[in-house]
């Protein structure tokens, strides 16, 4: 079983509609919680992270963290066609290294 | 423009041969990540270094080998001992634990 479980899609949705992304996980020592976009043959960017439960909005994204559940959502309102790219969630314990989702490749269509 | 640079963007390496790959940092940041990213799988972290002269080994270090000899530079060299080296990676910095900048990547591929 990975440490990690990500829904790798792909999902398409037409432009404006709700993006909900999801991972699921075993080790229920993390702590801290990402969400990376990566764009086709780039390198990820930071999105949004998040210590321990709860919501965390940041304009049209939002993160939750349900620990008790070791389940983490990140939510996309209004989605625009510059949306579509792989979103990864990553996850640590208090050190340095990152254990990384799979990743869900989503396309908003125009 | 602060960043992080890895070049070349695409390599070709030939069975039994030794490449290095480059990765550049002017953000001033003490930690450095090399990870090995596949179709379909997540990131693994092949070393990583959280200060100048000093590295560790991640989860597939196997057939890898780093130098850590300026702050500013990180490099990566697939050996031989390496079987299946073709993937995408990607190099990183960071300041702290939390917020780890990429950079574009080099594609490596064996012919």
């Known amino acids: 079983q990975k440490e990690v479980e990500q829904d790798p899609g792909p999902l398409s949705v037409p432009e404006g509609a709700i993006v909900s992304l999801n991972c699921t996980y075993s080790?229920?020592?993390?702590?801290?919680f990402m969400w990376y976009r990566q764009y086709s043959r780039k390198g990820p960017e930071l999105l949004m992270y998040?210590?321990?439960?709860g919501n965390k909005e940041d304009g049209r994204f939002t993160a939750q963290v349900d620990k008790s559940s070791k389940y983490i959502s990140l939510f996309i309102r209004d989605s625009q066609p510059s949306d579509s790219a792989t979103y990864l969630c990553a996850m640590r314990e208090n050190d340095y290294k990152l254990s990384f989702g799979a990743g869900t490749t989503v396309t908003v269509r125009a | 423009d602060g960043g992080i640079t890895q070049s070349p963007k695409y390599l070709f390496r030939k069975e039994g041969q030794n490449v290095t790959l480059s990765c550049e940092q002017n953000?001033?940041?003490?930690?450095m990540y090399w990870y090995r990213q596949d179709p379909g799988q997540g990131l693994r972290l092949i070393y990583y270094?959280?200060?100048?002269?000093?590295?560790q080994k991640g989860d597939i270090a196997e057939g890898y080998s780093v130098s850590r000899e300026k702050k500013e530079s990180f490099p990566l060299t697939v050996t031989s001992a390496q079987k299946n080296p073709t993937a995408f990676y990607l190099c990183?910095?960071?300041?702290?634990?939390?917020?780890?900048?990429f950079g574009p990547g080099t594609r490596l591929t064996v012919l």
């Open positions: 953000l001033n940041h003490d930690a």
């Open positions: 270094s959280q200060i100048v002269n000093d590295f």
């Open positions: 080790n229920s020592a993390f702590q801290y």
């Open positions: 990183a910095s960071s300041i702290d634990f939390n917020e780890q900048f």
């Open positions: 998040t210590y321990s439960s």
